[in-house]
C-alpha cells in the first residue's frame, strides 16, 4: 500500500494484513507458517511457548535489522510478492544508525484511520508514523495518538492479535477522536520535520542508493565550516550537541542518528534527501528548500506560514522581561518554530538578554550545587572519622548514595583540602 510516496506501507502492517486475509492472527501464521521456515530455535520458542521476545523486538521488522531481511524472504516466498524490502528501512543501513530511529510504541492518526474507513479503503499503518521524530500528521494537521481512546493503554508494534486499526486490548475502533487535538502553532516545528520524514521516506530508495558516510561527512564538516568558520564548538552548541559528538560525526566515527539530520537541515533550509545524496558544497543552490511555502500551501485555507514578527517578539518579550522564565535560546527557538540565527537578526537586544538571564542562572545553579555537595562531603568525612573509617572517594560516594560523586574536579580538590585539614588538627 501507498509504495512509493510518503504513506508507504510498513512491513508490520502488511504481515497484520496478510493474517486477516487469511483470517487468523499474527501469532496464528508465525507460529504455524513463518517460524517453520525460517527455522531458528529462539524465534519457534518465543512464538509457540508465548514468550513476548520476538514481539518486544518487532519493531526491527520495519528497519534494516537481519530480523527484517529474513522477514522480507520468507514472506516474499510465501506471497510471490516482490521488493517487500520498500515497506522496510533497508538500504538505509550504511547512511542511518538505529539509534533513535523508531518508536518504542504504536502511534497512530485516527483521521486516516476514519478516511480509510470511510473511503472504503484498507486498513493500514504507514512507516511514516513508526519514525521516532514524527509527532504530527500533516495531512490531518493533528498530532498522532499514542494511547487507545478507551483503556488507554500504550499499544505495542505488533501483537499476536493485531488488527490494523483496531486496540489489541479492548478491540476499540483507533478512528475515534479523542478530545481536542488540532494543532497549535507550537507545533509548526513539528510539521517542519514531519515534512522532512516525509520526503525522507518518500526519496528512501534514491538515499539507499546514492547516500553514503563520506558524503554525510563531507556535507557536515562544509556546515561547520561555512557558519562557524570551523569552530566545532560554537556549531555544536547550537545544536545543544557535545563537541565531542559533533567531532565523531565529522570524523565519520559514528553516523549522527536521523533526527539530528533533521534538525540540522531545518536550522540550514536544507532537503535531507539531497543532504544525503548530494555534496551540498557544490550544489547550493539545489539543496535549499522553502519548506515554509510547501507546509503553506498544504495549509491553504487555515493559516500562512511565514515569519511571524508579533508573536516572535511577543513570545521573546515574555521570557526577557520575567526573571522566574529562566529558558536558553536554542529552547525557545525551538519553542517558537524559528531557526535561533533568525531570531538573533530580527531582535538581538532580547535574545542577548534572555541568553545573560540563562548563563547567570546556570552559574548560580552550579555554584550552589557545589556548596551542597562540598557540605555533603563534610557530613560523610565525619561520620566516617568518627567510625575509624579513611574517608576513600567510594566510601564518601556509597555513605551520600551518589555515585560518581567525586568525578568533579573540583570536589576532590576540596577534599583533599578537607583531609589536609584534618590531618593537620590531628597533629596538633
Request: overall charge positive; some cysteine; aromatic content about 10%.
Amino acid at each position: 500500500m501507498g509504495v512509493g510516496s510518503p504513506y508507504m506501507e510498513c512491513l508490520t502492517s502488511y504481515l497484520i494484513r496478510l493474517s486477516e486475509v487469511h483470517k487468523v492472527y499474527p501469532s496464528s501464521l508465525l507460529s504455524y507458517i513463518v517460524a517453520p521456515i525460517l527455522d531458528k530455535e529462539f524465534f519457534i520458542n518465543s512464538v509457540k511457548r508465548g514468550g513476548n521476545r520476538f514481539y518486544d523486538g518487532a519493531r526491527t521488522i520495519n528497519t534494516f535489522e537481519k530480523n527484517a531481511a529474513d522477514m522480507v524472504t520468507v514472506l516474499e516466498d510465501l506471497t510471490g510478492v516482490k521488493h517487500l524490502d520498500q515497506l522496510t528501512l533497508m538500504g538505509l543501513k550504511d547512511v542511518i544508525p538505529s539509534r533513535y530511529l523508531l518508536k518504542n510504541h504504536f502511534s497512530w492518526c485516527p483521521s486516516c484511520y476514519e478516511e480509510q474507513m470511510n473511503n472504503g479503503e484498507i486498513h493500514y499503518n504507514p512507516l511514516l508514523w513508526h519514525l521516532e521524530v514524527v509527532k504530527v500528521c500533516l495531512k490531518h494537521k493533528r498530532r498522532l495518538e499514542t494511547q487507545c481512546p478507551s483503556c488507554n493503554k500504550n499499544l505495542p508494534i505488533l501483537h499476536r492479535k493485531s488488527q490494523n486499526g483496531y486496540c489489541v486490548y479492548c478491540n476499540t475502533w483507533l478512528g475515534i477522536e479523542k478530545g481536542n487535538n488540532q494543532d497549535s502553532h507550537n507545533l509548526e516545528l513539528n510539521y517542519k520535520i514531519t515534512l522532512m520524514a516525509e520526503k525522507f521516506i518518500e526519496h528512501k530508495e534514491e538515499i539507499s542508493v546514492s547516500g553514503n558516510r563520506k558524503q554525510i561527512i563531507r556535507n557536515l564538516n562544509y556546515l561547520v565550516e561555512t557558519y562557524e568558520q570551523g569552530n566545532l564548538q560554537r556549531f555544536a552548541k547550537n545544536l545543544n550537541l557535545a563537541k565531542t559528538t559533533l567531532w565523531d560525526w565529522c570524523k565519520g566515527k559514528v553516523l549522527p542518528p536521523l533526527p539530528r539530520i533533521f534538525e540540522i537541515c531545518s536550522l540550514f533550509d536544507i532537503s535531507p534527501v539531497y543532504f544525503y545524496t548530494q555534496d551540498i558544497s557544490t550544489n547550493k543552490n539545489k539543496t535549499l528548500i522553502t519548506l515554509n511555502t510547501e507546509l503553506a500551501s498544504r495549509n491553504q485555507g487555515t493559516r500562512e506560514i511565514r515569519f511571524d514578527h508579533t508573536r516572535a517578539l511577543a513570545m521573546l518579550e515574555k521570557y526577557a522581561s520575567n526573571s522566574e522564565r529562566i529558558i536558553s535560546m536554542t529552547e525557545l527557538a525551538k519553542l517558537i518554530g524559528y531557526p535561533k540565527r533568525t531570531l538573533y537578526e530580527h531582535f538581538p537586544d532580547l535574545c542577548k538578554i534572555i541568553s545573560a538571564k540563562n548563563k547567570e542562572f546556570i552559574k548560580r545553579r552550579t555554584k550552589q550545587a557545589y556548596e551542597d555537595n562540598c557540605l555533603i562531603i563534610d557530613n560523610c568525612v565525619e561520620v566516617l572519622g568518627k567510625h575509624g573509617v579513611y574517608p576513600s572517594r567510594r566510601k564518601i560516594e556509597e555513605i551520600a548514595h551518589k555515585p560518581g560523586l567525586l568525578k568533579d574536579k573540583k570536589l576532590r580538590e576540596y577534599l583533599n583540602v578537607l583531609m589536609q585539614n584534618e590531618f593537620s588538627n590531628d597533629r596538633r
